[in-house]
């Protein structure tokens, strides 16, 4: 190999390398920019806003590089932008790709009181079973009782590994199981009644398909039910808000 075959092959070593560095460096000032801007126009009570940066985020940042932080930014700023079913979605990717405590060696935390005092996976089921909570309120106001008892069920179910680190979570098990119960036995009155209620596509309440996107609620009076559940679940929003700051992503 000539002298100048070698020079030639270096620089275009060189320069390839060049080219992927710069690429990096362009993603990663993409992806902080992104949670910077999703933090600021959800502290700013931009939730739309907010739900699209963090979205940028989610495709530029790798899944090794925390990218459930992302996820978990989205789908909390689409939950308080009243996106309620893509928030939940949003939050259950987030669920799968954060680190888990059952694999971590750090001792997990008692007696948390605020958001960031909590583990990570710990952080997005909180804030994934208020989600699933304020759902399962407007199936409720809408007369769906099995489906809102199985909704409730599913953010009991969301955040009880999280009740052993402080009293939040433990309220909030508390909560959805205490509705949970009370939808179970409005299901069974309304059965006695002889006119139980089926989501709006038609599907038996009892079978194993999801609850009814709250978009298919579209009736005046399954509205004004679902106003008077929002009332509500502003309200306990409002509760949550005991549970500190974690950038703003937190109720």
């Known amino acids: 190999m000539t002298h100048t075959l070698k020079q030639k092959i270096a620089l275009a070593v060189a320069l390839a390398v060049a080219v992927a560095l710069v690429f990096v460096s362009v993603v990663a000032g993409v992806g902080i920019y992104a949670m910077s801007s999703g933090k600021s126009n959800y502290g700013e009570n931009e939730y ?11 495709r530029v940042i790798p899944e090794q590089l925390d990218q459930w932080e ?11 932008a009243d996106a309620v079913d893509a928030g939940v979605d949003t939050l ?20 948390a009181e605020k958001l960031e005092d909590f583990t990570p996976e710990c952080r997005v089921r909180i804030n994934l079973a208020v989600g699933q ?37 433990k309220q909030q098990k508390q909560d959805t199981d205490d509705k949970a119960k ?19 596509d038609g599907d038996d309440p009892t079978g194993d398909d999801p609850p ?24 306990a929003q409002q509760r949550d808000g005991e549970f500190g700051d974690w950038n703003g992503e937190n109720w």
């Open 48 to 58: 739309p806003r907010s739900a699209q940066s963090y979205g940028i985020g989610t």
């Open 70 to 80: 992302a996820y978990f930014g989205q789908g909390t700023a689409e939950i308080r």
């Open 92 to 111: 259950s990717v987030a669920l799968k790709r954060v680190p888990k405590d059952a694999d971590s060696d750090e001792p997990e935390p008692t007696g």
């Open 133 to 169: 909570e304020i759902l399962g309120d407007r199936l409720y106001a809408a007369g769906y009782f099995d489906e809102a008892r199985r909704t409730f069920e599913g953010a009991s179910a969301t955040v009880a590994q999280c009740v052993p680190q402080g009293e939040p979570p």
């Open 182 to 200: 009370d939808a179970q036995e409005q299901h069974q009155a309304q059965g006695n009644d002889g006119d139980p209620k089926t989501p709006p």
């Open 212 to 235: 009814p996107s709250t978009g298919d609620l579209k009736s005046d009076e399954l509205k004004r039910r679902a106003e008077e559940a929002e009332r509500l679940s502003r309200e």
